[in-house]
Structure formats: structure tokens, C-alpha cells
């Protein structure tokens, strides 16, 4: 990028740049490209930083050009650019059109542009169409996207209608070829005996939401009873199936491979597990875990609560497996339908 295109920048995105990397130095990469062709022409270690002033919308594969990226810079190189989200999409379509004609233009772009990529056949017919750009993505998939291809965030912030995120170099990507998109989600859960077992349940939140977890942690923290504040993983249609614990069905599936019990410690992802004590951590893989957990009986509303709450559950259950769970059961089930408890 010549001096006459970064004249061209606006101030408050100059200013965000600014923060992190000289924009004038020779090992900061300032570019407007969509191919990652034009990242692997970098000379190995040339880079501190790589600036991309193309919306990643327009990037067919995204994350083959965010592993390019992290390729080609060092441990702690930056990586800044920018999307712009499906709610800053809708948005501006918003004040684009006159509202009737809006709300139909939203619900044809919703069909194309998010149904059909899903779906084998329509998929083919979306990429032929528009080749992959402009494409309709969340803040949460832009920024899961970024932190699966190894890229710790450091910032992020709106200008003008787009999101722009500063990222860092922290390991090498994730290179995960299968993600889901599917109604039905396999997640990533601590089991007996630590090892990790696919837990199933509808989707609620977005597509690569699960690598934004200890971002969120770090962001928000939790709230009463363990859950993250502001969690903007989630859609609205996860919010309705999450609920009435719609969205947890599919763990039946679980419970006859015999991955899970009926009553036992909720199956937590690697993050949450680290979050316990150590003897917490120890007991919990000492059993399975189940698709009630000792939570409703409790109703614990901090971590430390919660931590409580399942020792005493774990300790009770070492002694009397039977009774203890047999007692939990009921006590679950009358929290639940008699007082109403919820996990919010």
C-alpha cells in the first residue's frame, strides 16, 4: 500500500492501527487482498504485523487465509482487519431500504445467504452465484474464526458500521476441517477418567462460538449460577430452546452409549474445567457425569457455590451411588416442576 492510499485511511481506524503497530515500518504488511496467495509471498519472518483492509466477508475461505497469516508471522505478531457482522448487515440494509421492502429484502438475504450455504446441494449454487463474497457472518463466528486459526484478540471496536478486531499470534491454528454448522452440535466435554467425549445438543449459539469461551470468561466473568454475562454467542433461537432445555434432548443420545448417567456433575469443556479446585477436578473424573445435575438441588449462585455444591454431591455419591443418586433424582425433578427452578 503506497502513501496515497494511506492517506485514504479514515482517522479512527489510523488511530486503532496506531495502537498496536508503526503503519510506516517496513515489517508491518499493509494490504487489500482476499486471497491468501498474496500473504504466502511474504518472505518467512519478514513480518511483525499484517494489516488487511479487506472486509473478511469477501474472503471465500477465511480461515485459510487467517492460517496464511499466522503462518507468516512470528509468536506475538499482530493480525488486524475487519468484518462486518450480521448485525451491522442488518443494520444497514435497514436504513437502505423503505421498511416493507427492507424486511422482504432481509428474509430472501437470510434464505440465500445463510440457509442455502448450509445445505449440499444449494451450497454449490451459492458459490457459484456470488463466489463467496459478501458473505453473512456473526461477530462470534468472525471472531471464533480468528481464535481457531491461533490468534489470541486483543481488541475490538466499531467504526463506521464494521467491527474491527486486533489479534495476536499465541499458537499455530486450530486447522479444524469439520465445523459444525448442523442443528445437532457435538461439544467437546471432560468424561470419566478425563478423557473427552462428544456431548450432543441443538445448536445455540453461532458456528465456531465454542473458541471465544475464555475470551467471554475474561470479558464478562460469570454470573449467578456459573453462566457468562452479555453472551453474544448465543441466537435468539438458542435463547427460546436454552429456555425450556430443548436445546440439551440430543445428551439422550449420550446417556445410552454410556458416555453419561441420569443424575451426575454437568459434562464441562476443558476452560470451565480448569476453572475448579483441584480436588473438585480430581473427584469429577472419578465418575460419569449426567444429564442432571446436582445443581437444581442446590441452586448454587457463584462459582465457589457451585464448586461446593458438587463435592458434596461427588463425596455423598463415593460413599452410596444408589441412594445418592436416587435421592438427587427426586429432589431434582420436584425443583424443577414444583418450584420452578431454572439455571437462567
Keep these: 500500500m503506497n502513501k496515497e492510499q494511506l492517506k485514504e485511511i479514515k482517522p479512527e481506524v489510523k488511530k486503532l492501527l496506531g495502537k498496536y503497530v508503526d503503519i510506516e515500518a517496513e515489517e508491518t504488511k499493509l494490504m487489500m487482498t482476499t486471497t491468501p496467495f498474496n500473504i504466502q509471498n511474504f518472505d ?5 504485523a499484517i494489516i488487511n483492509l479487506k472486509k473478511i466477508n469477501d474472503i471465500r475461505f477465511v480461515n485459510k487465509f487467517q492460517e496464511a497469516v499466522n503462518e507468516k508471522l512470528p509468536m506475538g505478531g499482530i493480525y488486524i482487519g475487519f468484518v462486518e457482522t450480521q448485525e451491522q448487515r ?26 442455502f450455504p448450509k445445505l449440499p446441494f444449494f451450497k454449490k449454487l451459492y458459490f457459484f452465484v456470488t463466489d463467496g463474497r459478501n458473505r453473512v457472518m456473526s461477530k462470534a463466528e468472525a471472531l471464533g474464526r480468528l481464535v481457531s486459526c491461533g490468534f489470541r484478540i486483543l481488541e475490538v471496536k ?23 454448522y448442523g442443528p445437532l452440535f457435538a461439544m467437546k466435554r471432560v468424561g ?27 470479558q464478562n466473568k460469570l454470573t449467578e449460577g456459573g453462566k457468562f454475562a452479555d453472551d453474544f454467542r ?13 436445546d440439551e434432548l440430543p445428551m439422550i443420545i449420550n446417556l445410552f452409549k454410556g458416555d453419561l448417567k441420569i443424575v451426575g456433575v454437568r459434562p ?11 480436588e473438585l477436578q480430581e473427584k469429577r473424573i472419578d465418575s ?44 431434582i425433578l420436584n425443583n424443577i416442576f414444583i418450584r420452578k427452578a431454572r439455571s437462567n
Design 44 to 48: 518467512e519472518h519478514s513480518s511483525e
Design 158 to 180: 466499531e467504526i463506521d458500521n464494521y467491527l474491527y478486531f486486533v489479534g495476536q499470534k499465541e499458537k499455530l491454528p486450530s486447522y479444524d476441517l469439520n465445523p459444525s
Design 234 to 246: 448465543i441466537t435468539n433461537w438458542g435463547k427460546f430452546l436454552r429456555r425450556f432445555w430443548l
Design 268 to 278: 464441562l469443556s476443558r476452560h470451565y474445567y480448569s476453572l475448579y479446585t483441584k
Design 90 to 115: 442488518h443494520r444497514r440494509l435497514l436504513h437502505k431500504f423503505v421498511p416493507v421492502m427492507a424486511q422482504l429484502y432481509l428474509v430472501l438475504d437470510f434464505v440465500f445467504k445463510r440457509v
Design 192 to 218: 470419566k477418567d478425563g478423557k473427552i467425549i462428544n456431548v450432543f445438543k441443538f445448536r445455540t449459539m453461532y458456528p465456531y462460538a465454542e473458541y471465544l469461551q475464555e475470551y467471554i470468561y475474561e
Design 288 to 331: 460419569k457425569p449426567g444429564l442432571l445435575p446436582p445443581f437444581y438441588v442446590d441452586m448454587p449462585k457463584t462459582l465457589e457455590e457451585i464448586i461446593d455444591s458438587e463435592l458434596k454431591y461427588l463425596k455423598q455419591y463415593e460413599k452410596s451411588p444408589m441412594k445418592t443418586d436416587f435421592q438427587y433424582f427426586w429432589a
